[in-house]
């Protein structure tokens, strides 16, 4: 059977059954911000030899008809400081954003800093729905006590954070199963999505997920030629992927991925798990959790 293209992801998704794809992890950020995280991946040859084109190098209004034109019904707009005194402006700034633009569920951010249990707070009042935690990039330990408030609120709102924990592509000071199991334990209601399914360490992160019920797990650039290469998916944990079909949910990394959107769709049905794990994944699993936590919220 031949590859899915762009172009025929709609058609796919009438076919599955779905009306569109509920996508987490999509990446919408000031545009000096991006081109900035633009520059890192353009940096890469040259830095550890690894080529990485970015795929939708396109104008903000142009990346948004994109989304459209592949199905994707509903999206965040993951951003992420790097150092303290961003995240508030950041937020202000997803907030008018995601007011502009229907599709997308107001996603916020936060850094281990005074402060950021009341501009966490504000934020939920002020509308987001969904929160983005970078700790390879921010190089924090996600249990600093400046932040055991912050994860409080989250676990008390149903609010789902989108969460880079995993030590792939490289790790981190503070990456790793470790750390944020450590955070489940102090808050083991909080709706964590495992951004990238926790590469490499995927059989720990799934062992998070059957032991924390509101645990989820995003499918981002996993399973994909270009991920296979470096951090391949053990076919044995296939079983426990299919049995956590309700919290596997679909991530893309959009717009910065190396290949088509397609290829992320692709990659989720060559593992050949049935149509059943494809529509939660690709839609059912997402619109529960962006939509329960827009009613927590409110």
């Not at 999505?193 to 981002?220: M, R, S």
């Amino acid at each position: 059977m031949a590859p899915l293209t762009d172009a025929e992801l709609p058609g796919f998704c009438r076919d599955l059954g779905i009306p569109g794809f509920v996508d987490i992890h999509v990446h919408f950020m000031p545009e000096r911000v991006l081109h900035k995280v633009w520059a890192f991946f353009d940096s890469l040859p040259s830095t550890v030899g690894l080529e990485w084109p970015i795929e939708y190098r396109l104008g903000e209004p142009a990346r948004l008809e994109r989304l459209a034109e592949l199905g994707v019904l509903t999206h965040t707009a993951l951003l992420y400081p790097h150092k303290p005194g961003m995240a508030a402006w950041l937020n202000g700034w997803a907030l008018e954003f995601a007011q502009n633009v229907p599709t997308c569920v107001p996603t916020g951010t936060f850094f281990p800093e005074a402060g950021a249990a009341d501009y966490v707070r504000a934020g939920l009042e002020n509308g987001l729905r969904a929160f983005k935690s970078h700790v390879q990039v921010g190089g924090y330990d996600p249990t600093d006590p400046q932040l055991d408030d912050v994860w409080g609120q989250l676990a008390d709102a149903g609010v789902p954070v989108v969460c880079h924990c995993g030590n792939g592509p490289m790790p981190g000071n503070f990456t790793g199963p470790g750390p944020i199991r450590a955070v489940l334990a102090r808050h083991p209601n909080l709706t964590l999505v495992v951004a990238h399914l926790g590469q490499p360490e995927y059989a720990e992160f799934l062992d998070l997920a059957e032991q924390y019920p509101n645990v989820h797990l995003d499918t981002t650039m996993t399973f994909t030629d270009f991920i296979e290469r470096m951090a391949p998916f053990p076919p044995a944990l296939r079983p426990r992927l299919r049995d956590l079909g309700d919290r596997i949910v679909l991530g893309s990394d959009y717009p910065s991925i190396p290949y088509p959107y397609a290829h992320q769709v692709d990659s989720l049905v060559r593992l050949d798990l049935g149509d059943e794990w494809l529509r939660g994944v690709l839609h059912d699993n997402g619109a529960r959790l962006l939509t329960s936590s827009s009613s927590a919220a409110s």
